[in-house]
């Protein structure tokens, strides 16, 4: 290999850095991030509705796509009422409040009971999968500790 094709790769690196196009693809980035967070924040809330497309994983890289694109979109989510303490509490103290958990758990039961009869009632080997699913999802939730009430945040 000789020396010239490799010192103008590093001329070319020196230049793209010292032209302003290095910032112009961390703003690319920023906003590419920021959209990823957005779609994820959109599948989570979809995941509260629809079985087997969880909320809290989206919910979580969403906030951690926000960190690292927008402060104005990190510090929305952080606050927001629903998902803010959902995120906080996570992040803290890897917990799940009790009413979490319930809610959570139930909800998922309670849509894959649906799909089961109404849905996949045909497809018994779709139900089989839901189920073991269900039980998977279930087990994994109640393995995270159960947040403890505090004065400031009764559940």
């Not at 989570?44 to 087997?52: N, R, S």
């Not at 509490?89 to 799909?115: L, P, Y």
């Not at 189920?131 to 159960?146: C, F």
């Amino acid at each position: 290999m000789n020396n010239h094709s490799s010192d103008s790769f590093f001329l070319r690196q020196i230049y793209f850095v010292e032209s302003g196009a290095f910032y112009f693809n961390k703003f690319v980035v920023k906003k590419i991030l920021a959209l990823l967070g957005l779609i994820s924040l959109g599948l989570g809330i979809i995941g509260a509705f629809l079985p087997l497309l969880p909320t809290t994983p989206f919910v979580l890289l969403s906030a951690y796509l926000f960190a690292k694109s927008s402060d104005k979109l990190h510090n929305w989510l952080m606050t927001h009422r629903i998902f803010g303490s959902l995120i906080r509490d996570f992040h803290e103290e890897k917990a799940i409040s009790m009413h979490g958990k319930v809610a959570a758990i139930s909800m998922m039961w309670i849509s894959n009971i649906i799909s089961i009869f109404f849905i996949v009632n045909d497809k018994l080997w779709l139900q089989i999968l839901l189920t073991i699913i269900s039980i998977g999802v279930t087990i994994n939730i109640l393995r995270y500790k159960t947040k403890k009430k505090t004065a400031n945040h009764p559940e």
